[in-house]
């Protein structure tokens, strides 16, 4: 493995994916209103 290959698996890639998290997460504060929607509103799954 090169040096490179093991900074990825230590968690750049990890790092990388939540910076654009928080970057639509930004975004999204912006343009949207919270939700009050409960989790069995928005679950697809019949709720036994």
Same mark, same amino acid.
């Given at each position: 493995?090169?040096?490179?290959? #093991? /900074?990825? #698996?230590? =968690? *750049?890639? &990890? &790092? @990388?994916?939540?910076?654009?998290? *928080? %970057?639509? =997460? *930004?975004? #999204? !504060? /912006? +343009?949207? @209103? $919270?939700?009050?929607? +409960? %989790?069995? *509103?928005?679950? !697809? /799954? $019949?709720? $036994?």
């Amino acid at each position: 493995w090169t040096d490179a290959d #093991l /900074r990825k #698996l230590a =968690g *750049e890639n &990890l &790092l @990388r994916v939540f910076r654009q998290a *928080e %970057i639509v =997460g *930004e975004r #999204l !504060r /912006r +343009t949207r @209103r $919270p939700s009050n929607a +409960t %989790i069995e *509103e928005t679950d !697809r /799954r $019949p709720v $036994p």
